[in-house]
């Protein structure tokens, strides 16, 4: 089925770990971003790709590292785990900002830092 | 800080009644979209208003854009006990590269 394709579902990791959270899409969009979702906070962008090869940071991107090879993935990197990355990540792909079906994302992936 | 913010931030409704929710921003856009977010999933793309639209229709919603108050609503009529969800705004900022999304608004539908 056509769709943005998140691994893991879940993860637990230490302080100090590091981890790469992956991200796929089969739709051919160029517009790839990951998000972070806290309680109470919204979504926070960490990240985006208007491209292959291009990357630009978002909001809260200090920890991140991402990198576009592919159209089609967008692994989302983290360094040295921190318990303030305790989050749920999503990752979500478009054909262009303004395309009538706006983002598709992915189903998530639920970190812990402990 | 966030480019859209919802109000209110919960509501709850009795099955058969609409919900309507609120969304500013404070930039120039040229379009804003709505999605919806069942408890653990992700998000689900509701509807898109370009800046130059007023009102636009999506089955049993209705979303409304005043860029002259830099503000949008979303009207949920004859509501079900499925329609319980978060919903958030979102729009494009930095040239339209980047989608900040809202807080969200947290609507509980009772059976």
Redesign the interface.
């Known amino acids: 089925n056509a769709g943005v394709t998140q691994t893991p579902k879940f993860q637990v990791l230490k302080t100090g770990q590091s981890m790469t959270l992956q991200c796929a899409q089969d739709m051919n969009h160029e517009y790839m971003s990951w998000y972070r979702q806290d309680p109470g906070m919204g979504l926070r962008l960490i990240h985006y790709s208007v491209g292959a090869g291009i990357t630009d940071q978002g909001e809260v991107p200090n920890g991140y590292n991402v990198s576009r090879s592919t159209t089609e993935d967008f692994p989302l990197r983290l360094l040295s785990a921190a318990p303030s990355q305790t989050s749920v990540y999503f990752c979500a792909s478009s054909y262009s900002i303004g395309t009538p079906y706006g983002y598709t994302f992915g189903s998530g992936t639920r970190l812990t830092v402990v | 800080s966030?480019q859209g913010e919802e109000d209110p931030q919960a509501l709850s409704i009795q099955e058969g009644e609409n919900a309507t929710m609120n969304c500013s921003y404070k930039t120039s856009i040229?379009?804003l979209?709505w999605?919806r977010q069942n408890s653990?999933?992700?998000?689900?793309?509701?509807i898109?208003i370009?800046s130059n639209e007023r009102e636009k229709h999506s089955g049993r919603l209705r979303v409304t854009l005043d860029t002259s108050k830099k503000s949008s609503s979303l009207l949920i009529t004859a509501s079900r006990a499925a329609d319980t969800a978060s919903y958030?705004c979102?729009t494009?900022v930095a040239a339209?590269?980047?989608?900040?999304?809202?807080?969200?608004t947290r609507v509980l539908v009772k059976p």
């Open positions: 966030q040229n379009n979209q999605y653990g999933r992700g998000l689900v793309h509701l898109l370009r958030f979102a494009p339209g590269n980047k989608l900040t999304f809202g807080g969200g």
